[in-house]
């Protein structure tokens, strides 16, 4: 197991801790994140990953026969990149709910309304997955977090050699967007407090 750790300074306080782990198993590669406020003040903070997954898995620079899924009744509009606040219902370019080729499609993109599934017995739902790796077709790289986790960004790179599967708790300039009244998913970790988080890749 992969132990990480990392003091961070934030503006309202002295300090907080934060500790990430990591465990690798068969077919399973697991990130634990916990965050403490050690101060007398609250902390707000929010948690994002930014997984690149390479492809081509299906040939040289190329992404014929990868496809994903995203399980998002919504996306957020954006504005230079920073959502306004505005949540719209998936169009057919953003509609990933069924498996959709990657091959010719450009993304980057927040998506949100996620479906209120049951947890399995680790705590965690699927919200995002790709499938056409080389070598075995049928394998699926699955996205799995707890459901602190609400938003998807999902992104093409422009060399199209990889792809984004971004599990958020908040949103991009989720501070301002609270301070408007939009509900961003934006935290509040009270003095001596501490949160934890799952999120994990697993493949087969």
Same mark, same amino acid.
């Given at each position: 197991?992969?132990?990480? /750790?990392?003091?961070?300074?934030?503006?309202?306080?002295?300090?907080?801790?934060?500790a990430?782990?990591?465990?690798?198993?068969?077919?399973?590669?697991?990130?634990?994140?916990?965050? /403490?406020?050690?101060?007398?003040?609250?902390?707000?903070?929010?948690?994002?990953?930014h997984?690149?997954?390479?492809?081509?898995?299906? $040939?040289?620079k190329?992404?014929?026969?990868?496809?994903?899924?995203?399980?998002?009744?919504?996306?957020?509009?954006?504005?230079?990149?920073?959502?306004?606040?505005?949540?719209?219902?998936?169009?057919?370019?953003?509609?990933?709910?069924?498996? @959709?080729?990657?091959?010719?499609?450009?993304?980057?993109?927040?998506?949100?309304g996620?479906?209120?599934?049951?947890?399995d017995?680790? $705590?965690?739902?699927?919200?995002?997955?790709?499938?056409?790796?080389?070598?075995?077709?049928?394998?699926?790289?699955?996205?799995r977090?707890?459901?602190?986790?609400? /938003? @998807? @960004? @999902?992104?093409?790179? $422009?060399?199209?050699?990889?792809?984004?599967?971004?599990?958020?708790?908040?949103?991009t300039?989720?501070?301002?967007?609270?301070?408007?009244?939009?509900?961003s998913?934006?935290?509040?970790?009270?003095?001596?407090?501490?949160w934890?988080?799952?999120?994990?890749?697993t493949?087969?």
């Open positions: 197991m992969l132990h990480l /750790h990392r003091r961070a300074q934030f503006r309202a306080s002295e300090e907080s801790l934060s990430w782990r990591a465990a690798l198993s068969e077919g399973r590669l697991r990130f634990e994140a916990e965050i /403490h406020n050690p101060d007398s003040r609250t902390l707000p903070f929010g948690l994002g990953y997984p690149y997954f390479a492809t081509p898995f299906a $040939g040289p190329g992404q014929h026969g990868c496809k994903a899924r995203v399980p998002a009744a919504e996306y957020w509009e954006l504005d230079k990149c920073l959502p306004t606040g505005r949540r719209l219902p998936v169009d057919p370019s953003r509609d990933l709910n069924d498996w @959709v080729e990657l091959d010719g499609r450009q993304l980057d993109d927040v998506l949100t996620l479906p209120d599934r049951m947890p017995a680790d $705590g965690l739902v699927e919200i995002g997955a790709m499938t056409g790796l080389a070598g075995d077709n049928s394998a699926t790289l699955r996205v977090c707890d459901k602190a986790f609400r /938003h @998807v @960004v @999902v992104f093409t790179p $422009g060399n199209r050699e990889s792809f984004c599967i971004e599990p958020y708790t908040c949103l300039d989720a501070a301002n967007l609270e301070h408007r009244g939009v509900p998913g934006w935290m509040e970790l009270s003095p001596g407090a501490s934890t988080s799952i999120m994990e890749w493949i087969g």
